[in-house]
């Protein structure tokens, strides 16, 4: 079984957004995992991605 996952590369920008899957990871000790049926982008999100003024960071989203 594979899942979405979202990346956004470091400098960010939803230009460079790639949506790709993966393999899920086992949770570690004190960790769960959570199923995602819908989700939405807002500002902050788009600060995550380095727009609006926000800074970015390597980041990977799992859907």
Do not use: C, W, Y
């Amino acid at each position: 079984m594979s899942i979405k996952t979202i990346h956004i590369p470091a400098g960010g920008g939803f230009e460079h957004v790639t949506v790709g899957s993966t393999q899920p990871v086992e949770p570690g000790p004190g960790e769960i995992t959570v199923r995602v049926r819908a989700s939405s982008l807002n500002f902050h999100d788009r600060a995550a991605a380095g727009e609006a003024g926000g800074r970015a960071g390597d980041r990977d989203f799992v859907e």
